[in-house]
C-alpha cells in the first residue's frame, strides 16, 4: 500500500485564478492518476501523470485547463486554470503500480475546491 | 469503451439487515474490478476486488464475487451497522491497452443504516 497527501486539503479561489494541488506519496510509484468528482457525481479520471514525459489526458480534458507535472515517483501536481464555479468538485490524486501481483489503485484525501 | 451500472440509490436499511447493492459492467478482455467505500468526510478506501473470474473479494464482512458469465460484481453484506453507512463505488480497471491502469467508475450508491 502507500500513504498519499494532497495539499491543500480545501480551498476557496476566485473566478478566472488558478489553483495548484499537490500529491504526495511515501514511496516509488508506477503510476499517478488525477480524479475529479463533482458534487454528488462519481469519479472521472482527468488523466494520468506519466514521470518524465506529458501527461495521458482523457477524453474532455485538456492540458491548457490541467497541466499536471511529475517530476518524479513520489510527486505530481496539477493545476486548475483560469477557474470557474462549474470547477468546484473534490479531486483526487491515485497512486499504483504496472505489472507485478498489485493492480490496486490508492487514493489520496482529496482536495475539496470552491470557486467563487 | 468500458462501463460500470450500479443500482440506483440511496438504500436505507435497519441495522443488521442484510445489504445487496448490484454492479454489472462492460469491458473487453478480462478487467479487475472493485468496490470502493467513502465514509462521510473521508477520501476513498479500498474496500475488496477480484481480479478473475470466479474470485471472491472479502474484507470487515462485506462479499463480491466475479461473475464473468454475468458480467457482475454485486456487493453482499449479511448484517449491516450503522458505521456502514457510506457511499459505495463499483470500478474496473482495463486489463490493458492505451488505458493500462484506467479505473472506470460506478455512479455510486449511498447506503445509511439506521439504528
Known amino acids: 500500500s502507500a500513504v498519499i497527501s494532497q495539499k491543500p486539503s480545501r480551498d476557496i479561489c476566485q473566478r478566472g485564478t488558478s489553483l495548484t494541488i499537490q500529491c504526495q506519496v511515501d514511496?516509488?510509484?508506477?503510476?499517478m492518476f488525477w480524479y475529479r468528482q463533482q458534487p454528488g457525481q462519481s469519479l472521472t479520471l482527468i488523466a494520468t501523470?506519466?514521470?518524465?514525459?506529458?501527461?495521458?489526458?482523457e477524453s474532455g480534458f485538456v492540458i491548457d485547463k490541467f497541466p499536471i507535472s511529475r517530476p518524479n515517483l513520489t510527486f505530481s501536481t496539477l493545476t486548475v486554470s483560469n477557474m470557474s464555479p462549474e470547477d468546484s468538485s473534490i479531486y483526487l490524486c491515485?497512486?499504483?503500480?504496472?505489472?507485478?501481483?498489485?493492480?490496486?489503485?490508492?487514493f489520496g484525501p482529496g482536495t475539496r475546491l470552491t470557486v467563487l | 469503451g468500458d462501463s460500470v451500472t450500479q443500482m440506483e440509490g440511496p438504500v436505507t436499511l435497519s441495522e443488521e439487515a442484510f445489504l445487496t447493492i448490484n454492479c454489472t459492467y462492460t469491458?473487453?478482455?478480462?478487467?479487475?474490478l472493485f468496490w470502493y467505500v467513502q465514509y462521510p468526510g473521508e477520501g476513498l478506501q479500498l474496500l475488496l476486488k477480484?481480479?478473475?473470474?470466479?474470485d471472491k473479494g472479502s474484507n470487515k464482512g462485506f462479499e463480491a464475487t466475479y461473475r464473468k458469465e454475468t458480467t457482475s460484481f454485486h456487493l453482499e453484506k449479511g448484517s449491516v451497522q450503522v458505521s456502514d453507512s457510506a457511499v459505495y463505488f463499483c470500478?474496473?480497471?482495463?486489463?490493458?491497452?492505451?488505458?493500462?491502469?484506467?479505473?472506470?467508475f460506478g455512479q455510486g450508491t449511498i447506503l445509511t443504516v439506521h439504528p
Open positions: 491515485s497512486v499504483g503500480w504496472s505489472g507485478g501481483a498489485s493492480d490496486t489503485q490508492y
Open positions: 514511496s516509488q510509484v508506477t503510476m
Open positions: 501523470a506519466n514521470q518524465g514525459s506529458e501527461a495521458t489526458y
Open positions: 469491458a473487453t478482455g478480462y478487467p479487475s
Open positions: 477480484a481480479t478473475k473470474a470466479d
Open positions: 470500478a474496473l480497471r482495463d486489463a490493458g491497452g492505451t488505458s493500462y491502469g484506467k479505473l472506470t
